[in-house]
């Protein structure tokens, strides 16, 4: 899954920069639309099946840079990240419980980190500071260099 994600985060970063895209779309290609979503979101499926790879550094800088554009659209990216969707089968869950994107990258960073993803996320202000994986990536290092497409 891994290689199609990040060919398809460096597409829509590629349109994005290119202004083929507006950040609007960029948005509903990546993320889930409402809570009654009922689709898979590319954002929570990386987070969940990818975390430690480029397709979630990319996906983590292109929404960053989506985020600068202007406050409106950090808060829209914040709260569909928020959504909660079918999929995860933690232990101490039950069978496909909904988990949010912030979730899901809490638990797959502990199994393999990704510094870079979560200081992009960090850097563009999109973890809120109640959110576990805000403390998690206070420890990740600022000032990240752009993640290149």
């Avoid at 985060?9 to 507006?22: A, G």
């Avoid at 709260?79 to 909660?84: H, M, N, P, V």
Wanted: glycine share 6%; net charge positive.
């Amino acid at each position: 899954m891994a290689p199609l994600a990040e060919a398809w985060v460096s597409l829509l970063h590629r349109l994005y920069e290119n202004k083929y895209l507006d950040k609007e779309e960029v948005i509903s290609a990546l993320l889930p639309h409402k809570k009654e979503h009922r689709g898979g979101s590319l954002a929570h499926a990386i987070a969940g099946a990818a975390w430690n790879s480029e397709a979630a550094t990319k996906l983590c800088a292109l929404l960053s840079d989506v985020a600068d554009s202007d406050e409106k659209s950090r808060q829209d990216i914040m709260a569909r990240l928020s959504l909660k969707l079918p999929g995860d089968r933690f232990r101490q869950l039950r069978r496909d419980q909904a988990v949010d994107f912030y979730k899901r990258a809490k638990k797959a960073d502990k199994f393999s980190r990704n510094e870079a993803a979560k200081a992009h996320l960090k850097e563009g202000r999109l973890i809120p500071e109640s959110r576990e994986l805000y403390g998690i990536a206070s420890g990740a290092q600022t000032g990240v260099r752009r993640t290149k497409i």
